[in-house]
């Protein structure tokens, strides 16, 4: 079955440290992937996608995320963390060839403290 | 913001009723996907349109049903509302129906189903 993992429910940083949250996924071929934050009450705001190319990707705010095709990971890292980046993440497959149908994981949520 | 509005907001039905929510969809698309998301879940889709026609569906039962208008907004129609259906429900929109291009999202309805 296809599915995305986030691991961790929740990631606690302080401010101005670096921060790391955690994808993994289980699909056939070679899927387009996508990080997506939510704030509350909120809809889901698009950070980054991977197609094909360079494994390091670079996105909105900051953002980035490394993919790894032998470890079937695409994890977001920021070098710096902010108060204001404190939101809900989701990671999102799209599987080759399955139209537009995201798959997402759970969510994890990041608390960045002052 | 996004470009892809929702209404209502917020929605408070009982058991057995039916709903519509609709979506307008980001100036120059021609596709839109909906998705439910239960609370503490990522989200989970239900299906897609592109060009008026479904282009895909996820693991939801026949009472769920859509339209996609020549303007290419669209709405969600829920018949014989159940409890499990009280969720936020997101609409996104992408161009050119291609496996690559972005869903922008908007910010949900929130149905509640007594």
């Known amino acids: ?29 070679n899927p387009y992937l996508f ?30 995320a490394e993919f790894n095709k032998s ?3 695409f994890h977001l890292k920021k070098p710096s963390a902010l108060v204001s980046d404190s939101a809900l993440y989701f990671c999102a497959v799209r599987p080759y060839n399955q139209g537009g149908k995201l798959i997402f994981g759970q969510g994890t949520e990041l608390s960045v403290k002052p | ?5 929702q209404s209502p907001t917020h929605l408070i039905k009982t058991r057995g009723q039916q709903v519509t929510l609709r979506c307008s969809s980001q100036s120059g698309h021609n596709t839109v996907s909906w998705y439910q998301q239960a609370l503490g ?8 349109y ?6 895909g569906r996820g693991n939801f039962p026949p009472r769920f049903s859509g339209l996609q208008f020549p303007n290419y907004s669209s709405e969600l129609n829920v018949n014989a ?27 949900g309805t929130r149905l509640s189903v007594l």
Request: hydrophobic fraction near 30%; proline fraction near 4%.
């Open chain 2, 50 to 55: 592109y060009r008026e026609e479904e282009n």
């Open chain 2, 41 to 48: 879940q990522g989200p989970q889709f239900i299906f897609q």
């Open chain 2, 1 to 5: 913001e996004t470009g892809v509005t």
């Open chain 1, 1 to 29: 079955a296809q599915s995305v993992a986030q691991p961790e429910d929740q990631v606690n940083v302080a401010e101005g440290n670096p921060l790391t949250v955690k994808c993994t996924y289980s699909v056939s071929g």
């Open chain 1, 35 to 64: 990080w997506y934050v939510q704030y509350p009450n909120r809809g889901l705001q698009f950070l980054l996608k991977y197609i094909t190319g360079d494994n390091l990707v670079k996105g909105s705010y900051g953002f980035e």
């Open chain 1, 71 to 73: 470890q079937t990971s």
């Open chain 2, 81 to 107: 509302l159940e409890l499990d259906d009280s969720a936020l429900y997101l609409c996104a929109s992408s161009g050119q129906g291609g496996v690559k291009n972005i869903q922008y999202f908007g910010a």
